[in-house]
Antibody, heavy 120, light 110 residues
Framework: EVQLVESGGDLVQPGRSLRLSCAAS????????MHWVRQAPGKGLEWVSG????????GYADSVKGRFTISRDSARKSLYLQMNSLRAEDTALYFC?????????????WGQGTLVTVSS | QSALTQPASVSGSPGQSITISCTGS?????????VSWYQQHPGKAPKLLIY???SRPSGVSNRFSGSKSGNTASLTISGLQAEDEADYYC??????????FGTGTKVTVL
């Protein structure tokens, strides 16, 4: 059974950093591109970033470019999102998602999300 | 990276068909056949309904169908059921190799 479990969400002050993790199981992690998608409270989905199977970042949303960094670790079967210079508008539930194939924005499995709250 | 445009809400009676539009540009929806649709119930993770404009993953009801014309993609739900009441989002690959979601549509079953 495919499982994606996010962790690392927390309440942090503006300007601080946070690292999110997503542990994958039930599939060959190295075969798939992976993504982070966020959802602010009561708002819609926003693609944040993605990374290819061979660890090449696909890109970043303009809203996080230069502040967030995506990475993955094959040995740990994990996806990461390093978030620096956090802002109030980064407050959201962060999902990790598996791309069905080739970075085409078809996410067939999702985690349940980890909540990031940026507030003083 | 502007969000794709969807109607805020669509409603229909049980058994009816409804269609949700998703309008982008030639740099995303119109330029690639990489449009997906997701269903999200409150408090739940999104679920993939349609990928590559009109393909359905295994296990998704054939009441859901997708299409595209120019810069606008569409999701049609036929035989509307109470359990279809949820939020729906489109997404697309873009010319920047990034992805973009639609603004979301709340479907109400009357």
């Amino acid at each position: 059974e495919v499982q994606l479990v996010e962790s690392g969400g927390d309440l942090v002050q503006p300007g601080r950093s946070l690292r999110l993790s997503c542990a994958a199981s039930g599939f060959t992690f190295d075969d798939y591109a992976m993504h982070w998608v966020r959802q602010a409270p009561g708002k819609g989905l926003e693609w944040v970033s993605g990374i290819t199977w061979n660890r090449v970042p696909i890109g970043y949303a303009d809203s996080v470019k230069g502040r967030f960094t995506i990475s993955r670790d094959s040995a740990r079967k994990s996806l990461y999102l390093q978030m620096n210079s956090l802002r109030a508008e980064d407050t959201a539930l962060y999902f990790c998602a598996r791309d069905m194939y080739a970075g085409t924005s078809s996410y067939d499995y999702w985690g349940q999300g980890t909540l990031v709250t940026v507030s003083s | 990276q502007s969000a794709l445009t969807q109607p805020a809400s669509v409603s229909g009676s049980p058994g009816q068909s409804i269609t949700i539009s998703c309008t982008g540009s030639s740099s995303d929806v119109g330029g690639y056949n990489f449009v997906s649709w997701y269903q999200q119930h409150p408090g739940k993770a999104p679920k993939l309904l349609i990928y590559d404009v009109s393909s359905r993953p295994s296990g998704v009801s054939n009441r859901f169908s997708g299409s595209k014309s120019g810069n606008t993609a569409s999701l049609t739900i036929s035989g509307l059921q109470a359990e279809d009441e949820a939020d729906y989002y489109c997404s697309s690959y873009t010319s920047s190799s990034t992805h973009v979601f639609g603004t979301g549509t709340k479907v109400t079953v009357l």
